[in-house]
């Protein structure tokens, strides 16, 4: 009985917190992928990085020229319906390509702790793996007439993408600094708008034209994911009202749950001991007896 009473006791721990353990090394290994991302793209030749440049910006005139006919899925070249759909996927995904690690750009929410690799696409295994860039929204180097549009999950068992956001302790304000960095060049964005949608609105995610504009979009309420949010920024200036990434506030709430772990093990592996040492002279009164 003794010994199934400190397992029990071992298995609570493990299973209440394993979940934060996994956010904590999940987040601690996108925070390497994104270091060595940057590392990587600050690496190009700048020859390289401005050709990049230029040919995103020119894919982001194209863009706001067309009307943005498609917002969301990229449209499979083996059916589409026709040519010009198959042009557009290929002209997208050759775009913003080195380095060639499968990361377009960074997400940093400084104040939130939010700091995602992007990827082209929002498909189910683009978003398992960080965040991903809304097909058919600008591509995120900024300019005038631009809005590009990033999403991540919310909610998941293992993982911390856009949950402070709305949850987990978090919530996006207005008059917070986000930043993309994309080639090795720092972006930042002022939140000026937030609001919730329905999963099939698309209004809001358009081109405004005159604007440089940054969209990040998850799923709310926490945990029901019925609707989706939507956290807007306009493009500011480094180093002002905007710090520089480095200088950024930094968010310390995982200190929190490093902490909440530990005490829930202690308590666990205190009672577990605790236990143990008050049976042990009830065995030893036994043999004696005997």
């Given amino acids: 009985m003794l010994v199934a009473a400190i397992i029990c006791f071992l298995l609570f721990a493990l299973l209440s917190t394993l979940p934060f353990m996994m956010m904590l090394g999940s987040s601690s290994a996108t925070q390497a992928a994104d270091d060595a991302h940057d590392r990587a793209a600050r690496e190009l030749t700048e020859r390289k990085r401005q050709e990049q440049w230029r040919a995103a910006d020119a894919y982001n005139r194209r863009l706001a ?3 943005q006919p498609v917002l969301g899925k990229i449209v499979d070249p ?17 775009q913003l390509t080195l380095p060639a690690d499968g990361v377009m750009s960074i997400i940093r929410y400084p104040r939130l702790g939010i700091s995602l690799p992007v990827r082209h696409g929002t498909d189910l295994a683009t978003l398992a793996r960080g965040a991903g860039h809304m097909y058919g929204t ?20 293992d993982k911390v993408m856009f949950d402070k956001l709305d949850g987990l302790g978090g919530r996006a304000k207005k008059g917070d600094i986000f930043y993309l960095t994309t080639l090795g060049k720092d972006l930042a964005y002022k939140v ?6 329905d999963p099939g609105d698309f209004s809001q995610l358009r081109i405004v034209k005159g604007r440089d504009l940054a969209t990040l979009l998850t799923c709310t309420p926490y945990g029901v994911n019925t609707q989706r949010l939507l956290v807007t920024g306009t493009r500011v200036k480094i180093p002002f009202p905007a ?38 002279p009830v065995h030893h009164r036994g043999k004696h007896a005997a």
């Fill in 65 to 67: 020229a067309s009307g």
């Fill in 78 to 94: 083996f059916t589409a319906s026709n040519s010009e759909e198959t042009s557009m996927t290929k002209d997208y995904m050759h």
């Fill in 138 to 157: 600008s591509l995120p180097v900024g300019g005038i007439n631009t809005r590009t549009v990033i999403s991540a999950h919310t909610g998941l068992a």
């Fill in 192 to 197: 000026i708008d937030i609001r919730v949608v």
């Fill in 243 to 280: 710090p520089p990434v480095s200088r950024a506030g930094r968010d310390l709430s995982w200190l929190w749950w490093v902490l909440g772990i530990s005490l829930v093990w202690l308590v666990m592996i205190a009672v577990a001991v605790a236990l143990w040492r008050r049976a042990r």
